[in-house]
């Protein structure tokens, strides 16, 4: 993969993000960018997302790269990419933030820890359909990142934060 260019990297500063935010954009972007044409379209986006468990239908795809796409050619080239990435980190520091507090009152015995009955009911109260055990014990296994056997905060918000920047960081160890 070849490294992020300095006008890549202007870009990128010109929405805000470091040179490491921006480096990490610059490898998904690559990542998402199946054919190398430089720009992301709504089929590469859909399946990027569908490759890393996020089902997302066509209109929900069609949705995010318009929202995304400022200059109405119906991709997003980098500097987009890079504007969405930034609108998406705000909202999701304020989606963690939102998430510190309620594990505060999930964790019914205060031991800073979430067992599978209070992620449970944490995640029906934040209103999710209510999950069978086997997909608890699913998403707990994923979330239990040191198999303790219950879950911390951090373990917590990381889950319910995760999104597809941070699984493709995760599936080509970066």
């Not at 379209?41 to 089902?55: I, P």
């Not at 400022?70 to 890079?82: H, M, V």
């Not at 934040?126 to 990142?145: R, T, Y």
């Amino acid at each position: 993969m070849a490294s992020i260019s300095e006008e890549h990297l202007q870009e990128a500063a010109e929405v805000g993000l470091t040179q490491p935010e921006a480096e990490q954009a610059w490898r998904c972007f690559t990542y998402i960018d199946e054919n190398g044409s430089g720009t992301i379209d709504e089929s590469e986006l859909r399946y990027a997302m569908q490759l890393h468990g996020c089902d997302v239908s066509e209109s929900s795809a069609k949705k995010l790269l318009s929202e995304a796409d400022s200059d109405g050619s119906g991709t997003l080239n980098f500097k987009e990419y890079c504007s969405m990435l930034k609108k998406k980190r705000k909202d999701k520091a304020d989606r963690i933030a939102k998430l510190r507090g309620a594990f505060e009152k999930f964790d019914s015995d205060g031991s800073g820890y979430l067992d599978r009955g209070e992620l449970k009911d944490a995640l029906t109260s934040m209103g999710m359909e209510p999950l069978e055990d086997e997909e608890i014990d699913d998403m707990f296994s994923m979330a239990d990142s040191d198999a303790d056997g219950k879950l911390s905060i951090d373990e917590f918000v990381r889950v319910l934060t995760m999104d597809l920047e941070d699984m493709i960081d995760q599936s080509t160890g970066n």
